[in-house]
């Protein structure tokens, strides 16, 4: 069954340090891949998305992750982390054919960040 | 467009009650979705619109769950006789066809506390 492990529940930061934030995934076909971001009180938020094409891609507000297919990762980093960053953090897999997708997600990984 | 709305946002209810959520999607989307999130969790995937076909329903959604969507545009997620494991936050997705499959834009959620 596919799956999605986010190792690390909780990662504690300072502002303006680098960020990277684990995601291993099991599936068998080529993966649709998400990071979501969920702050409180607010919806999920999709910061980026990998199908295809260049294994390294760019997301909203700084952010971006790379598909290394060997290792079935999809990291998340950040150069340089702003308090404003706070929030959990999910990653998913995009379960299914066509365009009917679901999406299988993480646990989570929740980020805090001290001033 | 002022994004996925959803209703009630917070819900308190004794066991063996009834409750009904109200997702009002993007307009112009067609896809809409249902997920459950239960604290220290990611999100699981409930059901599926295209339109107003309901096309994929999980295991997870036991009898007692049932989800429209009539005319294509807004979804109810009706739980009957809660239980307290029923305790949770509904979130309402949706997106276009156009989108890539997993794109979604969510809404803030309904919290249901089952007593």
């Known amino acids: 069954a596919q799956s999605v492990t986010q190792p690390d529940i909780h990662i504690t930061v300072s502002e303006g340090a680098s960020l990277e934030l684990r995601c291993n995934y099991s599936?068998?076909?080529?993966?649709?891949l998400f990071w979501y971001v969920q702050s409180p009180g607010q919806g999920l938020q999709l910061l980026l998305k990998?199908?295809?094409?260049d294994t390294l891609v760019q997301g909203i507000k700084g952010f971006e992750a790379e598909f290394k297919r060997s290792q079935s990762s999809f990291n998340l980093r950040k150069p340089s982390v702003h308090w404003s960053d706070a929030a959990e953090y999910f990653c998913?897999?995009?379960?299914?054919?066509?365009?009917?997708?679901?999406?299988?997600w993480g646990l989570g990984t929740s980020l805090a960040v001290n001033p | 467009d002022t994004g996925v709305s959803q209703d009630p946002r917070h819900k308190i209810t004794k066991r063996g009650q009834n409750v009904t959520f109200r997702c009002d999607p993007i307009?112009?989307?067609?896809?809409l979705y249902w997920y459950r999130q239960t604290l220290g969790q990611g999100p699981e995937f409930l059901t599926y619109?295209?339109?107003?076909?309901?096309?994929?329903k999980s295991r997870l959604l036991s009898d007692r769950f049932s989800a429209e969507r009539p005319k294509g545009s807004f979804s109810t997620l009706e739980i009957q006789r809660t239980e307290q494991g029923d305790s949770a936050m509904y979130l309402c997705a949706s997106s276009p066809d156009s989108s890539t499959p997993g794109v979604l834009t969510f809404g803030a959620g309904s919290r249901l506390t089952v007593l």
């Open positions: 998913a897999v995009g379960e299914g054919a066509g365009n009917n997708r679901k999406l299988i």
């Open positions: 619109f295209q339109n107003e076909a309901q096309l994929e």
């Open positions: 599936y068998g076909a080529t993966p649709y």
């Open positions: 307009s112009e989307h067609n896809r």
């Open positions: 990998y199908f295809s094409g």
